[in-house]
């Protein structure tokens, strides 16, 4: 269960940031409050109080909530926490609280580099998003210094094509997630090396924050408020969860629970690019999200209703393999969703979705979901933002990234269109390179393809 007490409950008066304090109120409340834990139990408190400062400063329509009034505790049976919840909700400073499922398994589906003939989402448009072409660019193969994180719940440590980078905050690897996280890290970094395939971005910075914390305890809010503090402006997020509504039942994308969109938006004002998988429906059925509720029954992903509120993440839907492209059966749909990218039999390292064991060179091409799908999408995000950096010396906003990877022009439309299929629509890297960013190989830096090193042209 996630709690948030009222935001004026333990902030100093006259104070523009957080303050943290524990909630002080009757003994009733006093006894209900001794169960609950922090939801950030891997942040501290000075930290979170510049993030919010700063994303106030960078973003003037940001309106932060109390970060620090959110707890947390476990429970073994629903009963159990339908219980402590109808006893905590009789207190006025409870603000809101609901019941999470976890673990939530993550939204997946079942040459020189001798696999990549089968990565079609590396081809050009209309098949993939066309990185073959981006590859020609500076910046095109993910190098630079843009910073990738990847939430997952476990990986590959020392696979054979897949570099995995951890950081002293990254948690718990569990083994049962371990061939997912690197089913999603090959699709986007594989390296080129004569072995396996190659990756949209093969020279990416990437990481993995755990879900599975440090403390040992299952916590997707800990892992987003985590991986915000080790990103820039311009780095991505790519958040390989989704959540399971425990009133409907429905799975939807994480951000219908409330501590997950609050850290969401508070990436994004940031100016951090964040990735999220629109989910995989109930049994092999998705969800319009246009009528999924959160747990205060509000339609808060619905563009025209009233309660709509907007994260800024990039969300994602899966599509089938062949055109024109039609939705897969499980993928979740709605007005809110940005792109699409193939979920169906992707070719990328590990065993998914059975495990590789102690194997390190095990691949697959049975990946898909909104998983592979997103994973897609944060590797075209990379390119883009790489190869802007490396050649016009700035990086895209949040906006101005979930603006040109849907828009029309610079991109496949789905089968029907995103007014009808709501899905979104799948990036083209060269005419985002060509016609958004203005770049050729006669204006800027081009990557010879045979000696692959960076050479100025006039």
């Known amino acids: 269960m996630v709690v948030k007490f009222s935001d004026d409950i333990g902030k100093k008066k006259n104070e523009n940031t957080n303050f943290s304090i524990t909630p002080r109120v009757d003994n009733d409340m006093f006894i209900l409050h001794s ?69 939530v398994w993550p939204p997946s589906a079942k040459n020189s580099n001798p696999l990549i003939r089968h990565q079609n989402y590396l081809e050009p448009a209309p098949v993939g998003i066309d990185a073959v072409y981006a590859w020609q660019f500076k910046g095109g193969d993910g190098d630079g210094s843009v910073r990738l994180i990847d939430i997952e719940q476990g990986w590959i440590a020392d696979h054979e094509d897949v570099p995995i980078n951890t950081l002293p905050c990254t948690g718990l690897n569990h083994s049962l997630g371990q061939d997912h996280g690197t089913a999603v890290m090959g699709i986007i970094s594989m390296q080129d090396n004569n072995v396996g395939g190659k990756g949209i971005t093969s020279k990416a910075k990437g990481y993995v924050v755990s879900q599975w914390r440090p403390d040992g305890y299952f916590n997707v809010a800990d892992a987003l408020m985590t991986s915000i503090l080790q990103l820039s402006a311009g780095d991505i997020l790519l958040i390989q969860a989704q959540a399971l509504d425990f009133n409907s039942g429905q799975i939807g994308p994480v951000e219908i629970l409330d501590a997950q969109f609050q850290l969401i938006r508070l990436a994004t004002a940031l100016g951090i690019i964040v990735i999220e998988p629109a989910g995989n429906g109930n049994n092999q ?4 999200l246009d009528l999924l509720k959160n747990p205060e029954g509000d339609f808060i992903l619905n563009l025209w209703d009233i ?11 899966a599509s089938q393999r062949s055109l024109p492209y039609q939705k897969t059966n499980y993928s979740n749909y ?4 940005d792109c699409f990218a193939c979920g169906e039999d992707l070719m990328t390292a590990g065993l998914y979705p059975s495990s590789s064991g102690d194997a390190k060179n095990r691949y697959t091409g049975k990946f898909g979901g909104t998983s592979g799908a997103s994973a897609i999408i944060a590797g075209a995000a990379l390119a883009v933002q790489s190869i802007s950096e490396a050649n016009l010396g700035y990086r895209l906003s949040p906006q101005q990234m979930r603006r040109v990877l849907s828009h029309e022009l610079y991109s496949t439309s789905s089968a029907n269109g995103h007014a009808t299929d709501k ?3 799948m990036p083209d890297l060269k005419k ?17 393809q045979k000696n692959r090193t960076a050479f100025e042209v006039s």
Request: charged share 20%; with cysteine.
């Open 35 to 103: 169960r609950l834990r922090p939801l950030f139990p891997s942040v501290n408190h000075t930290k979170i109080a510049k993030l919010v400062s700063r994303a106030k400063a960078s973003d003037a329509d940001y309106c932060p909530p109390n970060f620090f009034n959110y707890y947390t505790a476990d429970f073994t049976t629903k009963t159990e926490a339908l219980q402590f919840r109808e006893e905590l909700n009789k207190h006025q400073a409870i603000n809101s609280s609901y019941i999470e499922i976890n673990p």
């Open 285 to 288: 059925r998705g969800n319009d």
């Open 307 to 317: 309660h709509f509120r907007d994260s800024g993440a990039i969300m994602v839907a």
């Open 334 to 337: 709605g007005s809110r969703v």
């Open 423 to 425: 899905t979104g629509r």
């Open 432 to 448: 985002i390179i060509t016609d958004y960013l203005g770049i050729s190989h006669q204006s800027k830096y081009f990557l010879h």
